[in-house]
């Protein structure tokens, strides 16, 4: 069976399961609870417990000047009208005496998964939840500073990460209005402040929501296949946005920018894959983070979001 399948499968039977996919949907597991492979960790929690650390990651971030190629190249796609918003992700090369396991414990996240010690995301942003026959869904776009005076003020009235922001909640709308009905904007542009490390962040949110047939369980994979990719790690207009961005990125994202979550029975959460660190041998380590791009971005303040990114909360 397919990704789609299994997740009907499993939610027309009402039994809990576990599931993660890559962005396109090529890559995917599904798992009964009561059978989860023991190297499959994983965490789901508004509320975590805080764990203190200072924890040291060397860091080889993708060169300046190579960046900046790719994100002119990004431009002169929006320029030429093929995209309006799109998420260029890099790769950086870290290093630390941590093992993927000791940084799994450490993270302080809302969604935490240890994937077979092959990689670690701590992510904070939720993909979609279902509860009550409702489905909402929560994009995260726009990142500054914390420690920046009046940050918040900032980052609001910044008419860039308006414009960039306001495109992905009405590319989510939308995508909501697929599986859903009488889908409204509940909360628009909140921030949230993020544990970035040494740093703190403030991340700009929205909350999206519909209501669903009471037989939504029944169609679980429907939904969840109709909504991915996730509009924030791509953009718009989705299809013609991730071939521009297989193209200009030119590497592997892996299962970074996919989801992971879990039906219990009667509801649903789920994560999108994001502060992704992967194993590559002893010490060595790739994390992969990036940022969206539109026509009024400017490549200092891109780069240095990314660069921002890469972190254990």
Same mark, same amino acid.
């Given at each position: 069976?397919?990704?789609? =399948?299994?997740?009907?499968?499993?939610?027309?039977?009402?039994?809990?399961?576990? /599931?993660?996919?890559?962005?396109?949907?090529?890559?995917?597991? #599904?798992?009964?609870?009561?059978?989860?492979?023991? +190297?499959?960790?994983?965490?789901?929690?508004?509320?975590?417990?805080?764990?203190?650390?200072?924890?040291?990651?060397? @860091?080889?971030?993708?060169?300046?000047? $190579?960046?900046?190629?790719?994100?002119?190249?990004? @431009?002169?796609?929006?320029?030429?009208?093929?995209?309006?918003?799109?998420?260029?992700?890099?790769?950086?090369?870290?290093?630390?005496?941590?093992?993927?396991?000791?940084?799994?414990?450490?993270?302080?996240?809302? /969604?935490?998964?240890?994937?077979?010690?092959?990689?670690?995301? /701590?992510?904070?942003?939720?993909?979609?939840?279902?509860?009550?026959?409702?489905?909402?869904?929560?994009?995260?776009?726009?990142?500054?500073?914390?420690?920046?005076? +009046?940050?918040?003020?900032?980052?609001?009235?910044?008419?860039?990460?308006?414009?960039?922001?306001?495109?992905?909640?009405?590319?989510?709308?939308?995508?909501?209005?697929?599986?859903? @009905?009488?889908?409204? #904007?509940?909360?628009?542009?909140?921030?949230?402040?993020?544990?970035?490390? $040494?740093?703190?962040?403030?991340?700009?949110?929205?909350?999206?929501?519909?209501?669903?047939?009471?037989?939504? =369980?029944?169609?679980?994979?429907?939904?969840?296949?109709?909504?991915?990719?996730?509009?924030?790690?791509?953009?718009?207009?989705?299809?013609?946005?991730?071939?521009?961005?297989? @193209?200009?990125?030119? !590497?592997?994202?892996?299962?970074?920018?996919?989801?992971?979550?879990?039906? +219990?029975?009667?509801?649903?959460?789920?994560?999108?894959?994001?502060? !992704?660190?992967?194993?590559?041998?002893?010490?060595?380590?790739?994390?992969?983070?990036?940022?969206?791009?539109?026509?009024?971005?400017?490549?200092?303040?891109?780069?240095?979001?990314?660069?921002?990114?890469? !972190?254990?909360?």
């Amino acid at each position: 069976m397919n990704f789609k =399948e299994l997740l009907n499968f499993y939610g027309e039977k009402k039994e809990p399961f576990f /599931f993660i996919t890559n962005y396109n949907k090529t890559q995917f597991e #599904v798992h009964p609870l009561n059978n989860l492979p023991k +190297d499959i960790i994983f965490q789901i929690s508004d509320n975590p417990n805080i764990i203190k650390h200072k924890t040291i990651l060397n @860091k080889r971030h993708i060169n300046f000047n $190579e960046y900046t190629k790719k994100f002119n190249s990004l @431009k002169n796609e929006i320029i030429n009208g093929n995209t309006y918003l799109a998420n260029l992700t890099s790769e950086t090369k870290v290093t630390t005496s941590l093992c993927l396991n000791e940084i799994y414990t450490l993270a302080n996240a809302k /969604f935490k998964l240890n994937y077979k010690n092959k990689f670690v995301c /701590f992510s904070p942003e939720r993909f979609c939840e279902i509860k009550n026959n409702k489905i909402y869904t929560y994009p995260m776009k726009g990142t500054i500073d914390a420690n920046i005076k +009046d940050a918040k003020k900032i980052i609001l009235n910044d008419q860039k990460e308006l414009a960039e922001h306001t495109m992905i909640v009405d590319l989510l709308r939308n995508d909501l209005s697929i599986v859903s @009905k009488n889908v409204k #904007v509940d909360d628009f542009r909140y921030v949230e402040n993020i544990k970035a490390g $040494e740093k703190e962040l403030l991340q700009v949110s929205s909350k999206i929501s519909g209501e669903l047939e009471t037989t939504w =369980e029944n169609h679980i994979g429907d939904i969840i296949t109709s909504l991915l990719p996730a509009g924030s790690i791509t953009g718009t207009p989705k299809k013609k946005t991730i071939e521009i961005l297989d @193209k200009i990125e030119n !590497y592997d994202r892996g299962y970074f920018t996919g989801i992971f979550g879990v039906y +219990d029975g009667k509801q649903l959460d789920s994560g999108v894959i994001i502060r !992704y660190i992967e194993k590559i041998s002893s010490n060595n380590y790739i994390y992969k983070s990036g940022g969206g791009i539109t026509s009024d971005s400017c490549v200092k303040k891109e780069y240095q979001e990314m660069c921002d990114k890469v !972190y254990i909360p």
